[in-house]
């Protein structure tokens, strides 16, 4: 609730003002049937045609004010409501921008993507809509309940019998329909899920001509969230019903009972219409209040799942073990590193990993399919925390870097390239803002850029769709590396990123990479042995597991895995 009271915090002045009008514009409105009863009461039965002007007017003016204070709620309310749920926004993205990829494995994206904007929608919609109903009906019922028991006590007894029933009604409804916010908003997600994965994927899904599929999928996520959503709101909706069946209970028997004590003297005819009016009030009231609750439970539905988010324990942080240093030489050493992604899990991913990079080597990392090449490196620059053991960089725990200053001295270009929307030169700029053109043209010489860019329709000014959807697999890879250039970083790492281009432009990129970075470690994780061939040292993976180490020359003479993997390939190549 602290989290929620911080995102009000900035808009407290519209919350108030918004408040203040609402309660004034209550006490106009509370006073009108005071005034319509002296209109009946004295104007009327004494034919004073004055009297009913001026009390006329002054009706007049008070709907007039009320009315321009209900204005003015409307806008305080609306900007109070926009501004919180931008508040809750900003402040559950930056929570995700400190996210390790352990703590993003706790969501799904699509879940993510709702806690986002349909939780926060639903909560920014309960603050402009639902301000004016919470704070004008405990007024309006309070004082229309004092004005009523002031008029005629006996007929205001009605009210006691009739608001425990409502009470009870409510309470059914309520209790029923909380849970079952949650499960809709957990069927959006599902739908989320399902349109994400179509639209990142539509190309295979078009190539394998599985549209149908896709349909039928969506279909059973979009009937689920149907059929939620109509049992929550079917169950919401029994709310005006039940409403309505106090109110026009109550409203009979105050006409029956006040229309026999008209008939005695026991209350005059203006008093009669004065207290029905006030019945009214105290009747919409509480079906106002009514609506609040049901809004209120939804909205702390949606709080829930956001507030999940806001108060996930991130796991990769600055502590106590931080010191004010920086990268200098880019030595790295993994010491006896054992990693597993929970701690409940029986097996590690990695065991047992110890080697050593000099700064300037470059080094090759091997290995099938699924035997962690890319958790290994991840747990460089403290993507993922290592479970046992330590990774060193200069003879230091990479845990008493700050994180900014060990992320800022390695660059990655991950097993899955992504380029953002906006344009090439934006894209490059990721590795440094204020990267001059010549840097840029160097990166790109390097990585070999300088190839297609003149085929681009305006160069470093081309226009990138979402995720680079208008370059190759190999220009995408290309891109990266320049990308990753242009940090200069102490530490290169290379996650199967050449998979895409051809062997001699691997080769123009590996000697790139050693023209631009000659002092910096640069690691390569490879599937075809071309590409670390010429490294310094190997790393043979298997099974989470270093098989072996070695050059090129070495392993070929007295590593099975090695020897597999290179014959497998060079049989490939001479069919």
């Known amino acids: 609730m602290n989290e929620f009271l911080s995102c009000v915090k900035p808009y407290r002045r519209q919350a108030i003002l918004a408040i203040l009008c609402i309660e004034a514009e209550t006490v106009f409105e509370l006073i009108i049937p005071l005034v319509m009863a002296d209109i009946i009461d004295v104007g009327v039965a004494l034919g004073d045609q004055r009297y009913i002007i ?31 749920g931008a508040e809750i926004r900003k402040k559950e993205f930056a929570k995700l921008q400190e996210f390790s990829f352990s703590n993003t494995d706790h969501f799904s994206e699509s879940s993510l993507v709702t806690r986002l904007t349909s939780d926060v929608t639903t909560i920014q919609n309960s603050i402009s809509t639902g301000l004016r109903p919470a704070f004008r009906s405990p007024v309006m019922m309070l004082t229309a309940l004092g004005a009523s028991f002031f008029i005629n006590t006996e007929l205001a007894v009605i009210f006691l019998i009739a608001a425990p029933i409502l009470g009870f009604l409510l309470f059914q409804i309520i209790s029923r329909v909380r849970p079952l916010y949650g499960v809709m908003q957990g069927a959006i997600d599902l739908v989320n899920r399902i349109i994400q994965e179509n639209l990142t994927a539509i190309r295979v ?33 029994l709310n005006m019903p039940a409403m309505q069946f106090v109110m026009y209970g109550t409203i009979i028997a105050i006409l029956y009972f006040g229309g026999r004590m008209a008939t005695v003297g026991g209350i005059k005819v203006g008093e009669l219409t004065g207290f029905l009016s006030y019945v009214m ?3 919409n009231s509480l079906m106002m209040l009514s609506n609040v609750f049901m809004m209120l439970t939804r909205s ?14 991130i796991d990769i942080r600055d502590d106590e073990h931080t010191r004010e240093i920086r990268v200098k030489e880019g030595d790295i050493r993994f010491d006896h590193v054992y990693f597993k992604y929970k701690k409940e899990a029986k097996e590690y991913v990695l065991s047992d990993i110890s080697f050593h990079i000099k700064p300037g080597q470059t080094v090759g990392i091997i290995g099938q399919t699924g035997s962690a090449k890319s958790t290994l490196v991840q747990l460089i620059p403290r993507l993922y925390d290592v479970t046992k053991g330590q990774v060193l960089i200069d003879g230091i725990p990479v845990r008493e870097y700050p994180i900014r200053e060990l992320r800022e001295s390695i660059a990655m270009v991950l097993q899955k390239n992504t380029l953002f929307s906006g344009t090439v030169r934006d894209n490059l700029r990721w590795g440094k803002e204020d990267a001059t053109d010549d840097e840029i043209d160097a990166a790109c010489k390097a990585a ?41 970083p102490k530490v290169l790492i290379l996650d199967d990123s050449t998979s895409a281009v051809d062997t001699a432009t691997e080769a123009k990129i590996r000697q790139g990479l050693a023209d631009c970075l000659p002092n910096a470690v640069k690691i390569i994780i490879a599937q075809r042995i071309t590409s670390v061939l010429h490294a310094d040292q190997i790393i043979v993976l298997d099974d989470g597991k270093i098989n072996a180490i070695g050059n090129h020359e070495s392993l070929l003479a007295s590593n099975e895995i090695y020897q597999d993997i290179y014959h497998s390939q060079q049989e490939g190549a001479n069919l």
């Open 54 to 84: 001026i009390k006329g007017l002054q009706m007049i003016g008070m709907a007039l004010i009320a009315l321009a204070l209900g204005q003015g709620y409307a806008r305080f309310a609306s900007a109070c409501g926009q501004g919180v």
């Open 300 to 313: 702390l539905a949606s709080w829930k799942r956001i507030d999940e988010v806001l108060e996930e324990e």
């Open 205 to 237: 899904v078009k190539a394998y001509v599985r549209g149908d599929h896709e349909i039928e999928k969506f279909d059973k996520v979009n009937t689920n969230l149907r059929t939620t959503s109509e049992r929550a709101f079917r169950l919401a909706a």
């Open 281 to 283: 009030q105290v009747l």
């Open 448 to 488: 070999c850029v300088d190839e297609f860019l003149g085929r681009l329709s305006d160069g470093y000014d081309t226009e990138l769709g979402q995720g680079g959807v208008n370059v190759s697999g190999g220009q995408k890879q290309r891109l990266c590396i320049a990308r990753a250039l242009l940090k200069n």
